[in-house]
Antibody, heavy 114, light 112 residues
Framework: QVQLKESGPGLVQPSQTLSLTCTVS????????VHWVRQHSGKSLEWMGR???????SYNSAFTSRLSISRDTSKSQVFLKMNSLQTEDTGTYYC????????WGQGTLVTVSS | DVVLTQTPPTLSATIGQSVSISCRSS???????????LNWLLQRPGQSPQLLIY???NLESGVPNRFSGSGSETDFTLKISGVEAEDLGVYYC?????????FGAGTKLELK
């Protein structure tokens, strides 16, 4: 069955770079897109960007200058890198798949603090 | 960016009651390909969001048929025909017609 799992550091210092990994199973990255979505505590959801099935990427302009999404198809992994983190980047980060966001990972909580 | 306005922000219901949630878009969600990419998600407490309905009215596999979606262009509705305890949580509409994807602020469904 389709599964996605986010992993990464729970704590990041301000001004540092966040690196997250989404490991997927049950589908091929060359057939479906994978997206990253952020949620501040108690708040709504914010779409960050996506890795298309053909390897192309698209980003929310709110993050364009500091966000990068890449993948390793041999490992079924999609990566998020975001630099210049600030305290307002604290939140839960999800990866999710397909145009309809049909399947979601469990999310990983990232806290930006010194 | 497309703004999705959900009402009401909070909904109190008894078990068995039918309820509706509205989602209004700041621009038409009808895509040039003829589809309308308006979805509904449910986030139960402490869980990840779950897709309920895609493209306005299509029930995701495994979702009970007490959930239904309707609407067009800029006005959309999610209806739950007979709330059950497992339906409690926050409902979000989201659009995938225009980049970037955007989400409504959410409607919290509580037990009365």
């Amino acid at each position: 069955q389709v599964q996605l799992k986010e992993s990464g550091p729970g704590l990041v210092q301000p001004s540092q770079t966040l690196s997250l990994t989404c490991t997927v199973s049950g589908f091929s990255l060359t057939s479906y897109s994978v997206h990253w979505v952020r949620q501040h505590s108690g708040k709504s959801l914010e779409w960050m960007g996506r890795m298309w099935s053909d390897g192309d990427t698209s980003y929310n302009s709110a993050f364009t200058s500091r966000l990068s999404i890449s993948r390793d198809t041999s490992k079924s992994q999609v990566f998020l890198k975001m630099n210049s983190l600030q305290t307002e980047d604290t939140g839960t980060y999800y990866c999710t798949m397909g145009i309809s966001l049909a399947y979601w990972g469990q999310g990983t909580l990232v806290t930006v603090s010194s | 960016d497309v703004v999705l306005t959900q009402t009401p922000p909070t909904l109190s219901a008894t078990i068995g009651q039918s309820v509706s949630i509205s989602c209004r878009s700041s621009q038409s969600l009808l895509d040039s390909d003829g589809d309308t990419y308006l979805n509904w998600l449910l986030q139960r407490p402490g869980q990840s969001p779950q897709l309920l309905i895609y493209s306005v009215s299509n029930l995701e596999s495994g979702v009970p048929n007490r959930f239904s979606g309707s609407g067009s262009e800029t006005d959309f509705t999610l209806k739950i025909s007979g709330v059950e305890a497992e339906d409690l949580g926050v409902y979000y509409c989201m659009q995938a017609t225009h980049a970037p994807y955007t989400f409504g602020a959410g409607t919290k469904l509580e037990l009365k």
